[in-house]
């Protein structure tokens, strides 16, 4: 028996034999020949431990091994960060990648990717320039602010205006604004990063102006509010205006910090939208310093906006940390070109994707409903009923979290007995399409809101390859859906 099984482990194909194989040939001109190599000797050593279970084994065929290296070959050259379609019903999700470039921002990433710029070459001089100086003329036009500078996302925004503004000192925030956006952002942890001691005045609920007065003292450094995005406190509630709140740190000499979160250039209610506080609001109601972030509702690339006075923006600058959190050149190019779409209120309507997504009418959407309804019912008819369904979208990233955006999309509802199982089975069956299809789990049906679904005729033209098991695994521990995305 044991030799029988020695025996077949040794009539293994040998490399050197699969190597000349046609499928291996085309195998090596496609992936080049380490990596076929390495995969090769993977597959066989695969097989020699089978053979070693199992006395009865007869080795693999060499057309076997090749096609088990062609199957992993293909897998391993998939990318691992690539397109889905976004049919969550949140339009700027954070696990989705938030904002879409428009695509004059991508052609302008593209640009500064590909050739050399003038990213810190001062092209007048012939000086040194700054990286910054790029976009900073937009922000003042847009926000009124007197400087602007650009860092890594709003959290390092926040943490570079605090370590270069307050450090060993005291900042004041009201304890109704004790934020955290997602998990690892919490405003009292990024306090005590930056090397500040938070000061927090008031209740949860209440927090008056008499609060913020009372706490100041000689190691105050700045008082610091933050915007409550992602929920609202209601009921018996109190909080300072921020005009009052600037007037009584400059009664104090000091800094008055806005960090408004998302932030968005222009007043949304133009477009049919619930307000959002814009940073030329914030400067004009007395900020000094105002942060917000470059990937939420401003619908550009992933940046931290710092706007505000000059002198302060200055201080910031010298930070040596500011280095350490800049952001590059391909980002840098497309936040421009987002910024000079501000300056034409059309062209941003029809250019700016996140602006066009989240105002598309719901009769949009529901029409886009009817058009995609039969080909989805068609996909999953020995498992699903498939009917359009309102729903409600959110804006997401933190925005206005108690704003939902009227909807349409389709609910596929198993017919299963065990309807949980039998949606999680959907929904894994879709995040396998080659663009995967993300949406969400409600009442025991997978729904697809639409607002977000662009490329029509490709969601259309996958759908036939769709695999639905008939019994799903046990959710794995910890696993969970797209919904988390309030952060
Ligand atoms: C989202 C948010 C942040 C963090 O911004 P990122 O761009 O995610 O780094 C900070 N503060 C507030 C109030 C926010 O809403």
Request: aromatic content about 4%; some cysteine.
């Amino acid at each position: 028996m044991l030799n029988s099984a020695a025996a077949a482990r040794r009539a293994l194909p040998s490399i050197d034999r699969l190597l000349k194989l046609d499928a291996v040939v085309t195998l090596i001109e496609r992936h080049g020949r380490p990596l076929v190599v390495e995969t090769l000797r993977a597959v066989l050593d695969g097989q020699r431990a089978i053979l070693a279970g199992d006395s009865e084994g007869i080795p693999p065929a060499d057309d076997a091994v090749s096609e088990q290296c062609r199957a992993r070959l293909h897998e391993l050259s998939q990318p691992s960060l690539r397109p889905v379609f976004n049919l969550t019903g949140t339009v700027l999700h954070t696990n989705l990648g938030r904002a879409l470039y428009p695509e004059v921002a991508a052609r302008a990433a593209i640009a500064a990717m590909t050739r050399a710029v003038n990213l810190e070459f001062d092209l007048g001089g012939g000086a040194r320039g700054e990286r910054d100086s790029h976009v900073e003329v937009w922000l003042q036009r847009l926000t009124g602010a007197e400087a602007a500078l650009v860092v890594n996302n709003n959290a390092a925004a926040v943490y570079l205006i605090l370590n270069s503004l307050a450090p060993k000192k005291e900042v004041i925030v009201s304890r109704g604004e004790l934020v955290e956006i997602g998990g690892a952002f919490r405003i009292p942890d990024i306090m005590a990063r930056a090397g500040c001691k938070l000061k927090e005045v008031g209740a949860t609920n209440r927090t008056h102006a008499r609060d913020y007065e009372q706490a100041i003292g000689e190691r105050t450094a700045a008082i610091m509010k933050v915007h409550a995005s992602n929920y609202k406190i209601e009921g018996f509630t109190a909080s300072v205006a921020e005009s009052d709140l600037a007037a009584i740190a400059h009664r104090h000499a000091l800094p008055f910090l806005n960090d408004l979160g998302s932030g968005m250039l222009i007043d949304l209610e133009a477009y049919g939208l619930p307000h959002e506080p814009t940073p030329r609001e914030a400067i004009a109601d007395g900020a000094d310093i105002v942060t917000f972030s470059g990937d939420k509702l401003l619908g550009g690339p992933q940046c931290g906006l710092i706007v505000g006075r000059r002198d302060l923006i200055e201080k910031i600058r010298k930070n040596p940390m500011k280095r350490a959190l800049r952001v590059d050149k391909v980002r840098l190019a497309a936040l421009e070109a987002v910024l000079r779409l501000y300056a034409d209120p059309a062209r941003l309507m029809r250019e700016l994707p996140t602006l066009r997504l989240l105002t598309r009418p719901q009769t949009d959407i529901n029409a886009q409903a009817q058009r995609v309804l039969p080909a989805l019912a068609a996909a999953v008819a020995d498992h699903a009923d498939a009917a359009i369904v309102e729903c409600s979208s959110q804006i997401g990233s933190g925005a206005l979290p108690v704003d939902a955006l009227p909807s349409a999309g389709i609910a596929l509802t198993p017919r299963a007995k065990r309807k949980r199982s039998a949606a999680d089975a959907l929904s894994t069956a879709f995040r396998a399409l080659p663009v995967p299809v993300i949406g969400h789990i409600r009442d025991g049906a997978f729904i697809l809101d639409l607002r977000c679904l662009d490329d029509e005729s490709g969601f259309i033209a996958q759908l036939g390859g769709l695999r639905i098991e008939k019994h799903e695994p046990r959710r794995r521990k910890g696993a969970k859906d797209a919904q988390d995305a309030n952060k």
